[in-house]
């Protein structure tokens, strides 16, 4: 164990946790480690929706891009962020086990849910959800980092921003005034941390086994295939969930909205681990005959005029 795994990570509070969350487990198990931060470009153009800037992986490129010459070993990302196809050499290595899947609402007093109010999000899914329970609401665009996002919701007029649960409890940055959106379908992977490496890199796959979490695993890997089917990519109105129900038992619930909220198109299905295979598919395959299709077609033809 003489080499060094060099951990490619973006640099902001949350990416850096992360890595370093890693690097302990790594470390744990008497592996030599060091961190090497990167700027993405998502991190660095903030003055545009995510959609707009027509890159898939926008978050996860760049560190892509430094694995493939040579300049890290391994990166960490939230899984929610990585495209459900990673690049020729590049391979999932482990997958973490879970923390919080849902979104919560971070506001300034909840008097406005009944009336009109203004909620910020950089998510089409987000939007698209909120819209669906609240069409008499404004959604504004929100983009960079946690500390950034709750920073630009305190100098604003806004009523509320959305938030995944895991982003902030992992830095400590939940606030008192928050409530759980649990009617709102998490984005794929959400909650799941992801490391990468290249294929032929044995000595990092040995190591990164030591880390997986099968459970998690296999419930993202629904969602992601969900996902890849529906060629939703990471902007798209697409939610997905698979959790545990009970010791025997895990429950899929996926949804398609268009990008206004009026409309959705949801799928669920109760399933055993082990008896799962080709069940996202499946299942966004239904999703897709049931209007989905044409709702699919709709979606990208808007996004590409915007």
Known sequence: MTRTIRIGTRDSELALWQANTVREQLE???YTTTLVPVKSTGDIVLDKPLYELGITGIFTKTLDVAMLNGDIDIAVHSMKDVPTALPK??????VLKRAATQDILVHKGLDFLDNKGIIATGSLRRKAQWLHRYPE???VDLRGNVNT????????????AIFAAA?????NLTPDNFIDLDWMIPAPAQGAMLVVAKEEDAFCLEALSLLNDKETQECVAIERDFLR???GGCTAPIGALASKVNDVEYRFEGALFSLDGTQKIQVEETFSLGKHEGLGKKLAEKLLDEGGKELMKEIKEILKKD
């Not at 050499?89 to 482990?94: F, K, N, R, T, Y």
């Open 28 to 30: 744990k198990s008497g």
């Open 137 to 139: 609401h404004t959604v």
């Open 167 to 171: 982003g902030l409890q992992r830095i």
């Open 89 to 94: 050499g590049i391979v999932e290595a482990a």
């Open 149 to 160: 996002r709750m920073k630009k919701l305190e100098d604003n007029d806004w009523n509320g």
């Open 229 to 231: 089917t529906l060629e």
